[in-house]
């Protein structure tokens, strides 16, 4: 399978999910990370919500669809997201970096810091402002 641009992407997965195929999970998840990477981010969080209604336990989509929630300035969801990835026990370090992130940029930083906890060796220690960083940060 050969990558298109996000556009052409879109445009394709719509198709085939209008053509009778719109209870394809696989689809679902396919053209709402297609409509993020297009820069549709609020179209993305509806395709991801609506993915995760028919599989509420993929970790990934809750992953996703907290990075378009931040990405739309929306905190308070991007954190309920994220927390949901975790909650399935399948989030990746980087879920768990953005996680705090989103949690400190909300004014959360007990919580953010809660999250040394989970992310362990990937926060670096010895900051003296109080705010967490994960490691892929300066």
């Known amino acids: 399978v050969t990558h298109q641009p996000p556009a052409r992407a879109v445009a394709m997965l ?22 993020d990477e297009a820069g549709r981010k609020a179209d993305a969080a509806r395709e991801f919500e609506r993915a ?3 599989d509420p336990a993929n ?5 996703n669809l907290g990075m378009c929630r931040r990405d739309l300035g929306d905190r308070p969801g991007a954190i309920a997201a994220m927390q949901k990835a975790v909650e399935f026990g399948g989030a990746d370090s980087a879920t768990l970096d953005n996680l705090g992130l989103c949690q400190q940029e909300a004014g959360h930083l007990d919580d953010a810091r809660g999250r040394e906890i989970d992310l362990g060796e990937h926060l670096p220690t010895g900051l003296d402002d109080g705010l967490v960083r994960p490691a892929a940060l300066p």
Do not use: I, K
């Not at 198709?15 to 409509?35: E, S």
């Open 52 to 54: 995760l209604a028919a």
């Open 14 to 35: 719509e198709a085939a999910l209008a053509a009778g195929r719109a209870q394809d999970l696989d689809l679902r998840f396919a053209l709402a990370t297609a409509l």
């Open 59 to 63: 970790v990934q989509g809750w992953a």
